[in-house]
Structure formats: C-alpha cells, structure tokens
C-alpha cells in the first residue's frame, strides 16, 4: 500500500481544497502561508482548480474560496447513500449476539418511525412492532435516546409538541421526570424503556446521529420484562455501545 501519493499534483490539488475548507477566503500570501509552498506553485494550482471550478476569486478582495460545486458533489453522494445499507450489518450482528429483536428508527417531528426490525429467531416471543409504524419520542427508549442529544429548547419544545398520555402506569407524563431521565442517559449513553410504551416490554436504545452528526436515527433491543432483568441490562447496554462505536465509525 503506498504511504505517500505518487501523484504529487493531486496531493497539493485535495491540500488547497482541504485548507480553504478550514480556513475560508484568504488572500494568495495567506495560502502560501498555510501550505508552505511559493507563491507560483500555488497560484498555478489556484488556476486549475478555479478552471475547473471548484475554487473561486472574489473580484473585490481578490481572495480565494471555495466554489458550491464540492457540495454538490458531497449531495450526490448522500443522494446515493443509504443508511440501512450502513447500519443492517451491525443490526443483524447486535441481534445475534444479544438474541433479541433490533429495532432502528428515524425520527419524524414528535415521532419515531420504524425503518428497519431484525427479529430474533432465538426466542419464542415475537415483538408486535412493524416497519412503517410510529411510536412517540417522549415515552420511548429510542426517543429518549434521541431527545438526549437535543439542547434544552429542542427537548421543550418537543415535549410541548406531543400528545403526552399516559399509556402505561409507567409512562413518564411530567416535564421535570422527563429531563431527569434524558441527563441519566447522556451520563449512561443509552435509554431505557421501562415498560412505558408497552407493558410487558423493555428496550435498550441507543441513538445514531445523520451525515451532519444531528440526532436523527436511534436503534433498541427489545424484549419482554422476563428477559430483561436489570443485570441483564447492563451486559446488553455495553454490547449496545460497542456496536453505536462501531457504525458512528464507518459513517465519519
């Protein structure tokens, strides 16, 4: 493998690109400055690569930039990126070690939307949830999960903007209970769904945040209260935590 770019042109073409992205316009001595090459090598790259269009001269400060056509590039991308294609491979792997079901949702609003459900074959008992329903945020592991990486005006309004019942004798119906919970899961790293959706059932969750690192998609085990003793738990939050390290570092 090589450990240095046999393309020396390229190198210095990616390293402008790479340096206007952190520093933004900045004059040709201010460039030279950063990239510790001589004004000419770099002014010919400038050239090329404002032929080519992806950098751009300001007409009145004659500073350098960077063009739109990198984002769009980058959308392209995105566009084409799906991410259950990211993440299925680790759902399928955390079902398989836990031997429960794996939940994995998007955020909508006030809600969580089911997009992904691997059922666990190791066991009798069968999860009722399906792919395409909603569950709300405010009385869920995965929206708790969510809701933990919100800032507290987010997290207010939130709460203000659902239709807060208590489903269970669980359900969490007050604000002050609710934020009590969220600072539990930003000091543990996960959620807990105890018994709050549905009675019967208790969820560990976890969130995953999009490309732009916003809190957007969150993924649980799931498992009726007899498989889900607090020791249990605590083995399968740490499984769960390993597996999130795992996607967050294929998705940077």
Known sequence: ??????????????????????????????LCSHLDLNKSTVHRLLCSLIYMGYVKQEGETGKYSLSFKLLALSNKLLARMDILDTVRPYLKKL??????TVHFVQREHTDAV?????ESYQNSIRMVSKVGS???LYCSGVGKAIA????????????ENSSIQKLTPHTITDYAQFLKKIEEVRKKGYALDDEENELGVRC????????????KYAFSIS???VRMSDSRIQELSKIALE??????????
Not at 1 to 24: H, S, W, Y
Not at 95 to 100: I, M, Q, V
Not at 148 to 159: C, R, T, Y
């Open 204 to 215: 560990i969750a976890v969130s995953i945040p999009d490309y732009r690192n916003k809190p």
């Open 223 to 225: 498992a009726p209260v």
């Open 1 to 30: 493998m090589e450990t240095k770019n046999p393309i020396q042109v390229a190198d210095r073409l990616f390293l402008i690109l790479e340096t206007l992205a952190e520093t933004g316009p900045v004059t040709l001595a201010e």
């Open 95 to 100: 079902s398989r070690l836990t031997g429960e």
């Open 148 to 159: 933990a990486d919100l800032d507290e005006a987010q997290i207010k309004a939130l709460w």
């Open 114 to 118: 089911y997009i992904y459900k691997e």
């Open 134 to 136: 909603r569950i709300p």
């Open 243 to 252: 597996i999130k390290s795992e996607i967050c570092s294929t998705m940077k």
